[in-house]
C-alpha cells in the first residue's frame, strides 16, 4: 500500500506527520467610516433613483405566464394524485 501524503503532495520525514506547521497572519480589516444621517439618505435616494419599473405590457406578460404555469403545474399534480390514488386502491383491493 501507498502512504498518505501531505497536502502540498510531499512526503513526510518517516511518515510521522507534516515536518514544520506554518502561521499565517491575518490583517485586520480597518474600521469603516460612520456615514451622517444626510448623507446616507442622499446615498438611499440615489440608489432610489436607480431603479428601473416593468412597463404596464411586462408586468402583463408575466402574470399571464405566471398563471399560465400555475395551471399548469395544477394539471400535472392532479394526474399524479388521481393515478397513485387508482394504485393504491387497486393494491387495496387485492388485501380485500
Do not use: H
Amino acid at each position: 500500500m501507498a502512504k498518505a501524503k501531505t497536502p502540498g503532495g510531499r512526503r513526510t520525514a518517516g511518515g510521522k506527520g507534516p515536518v514544520a506547521a506554518q502561521t499565517v497572519s491575518v490583517d485586520t480589516p480597518a474600521p469603516k467610516k460612520r456615514t451622517s444621517p444626510v448623507q446616507f439618505f442622499s446615498q438611499v435616494q440615489a440608489e432610489g433613483r436607480k431603479i428601473v419599473w416593468p412597463s404596464r405590457k411586462e408586468t402583463w406578460i408575466t402574470s399571464v405566464m405566471v398563471f399560465i404555469m400555475v395551471l399548469l403545474a395544477a394539471a400535472f399534480f392532479f394526474v399524479v394524485d388521481f393515478g397513485l390514488s387508482a394504485i393504491s386502491q387497486r393494491i387495496l383491493a387485492i388485501g380485500s
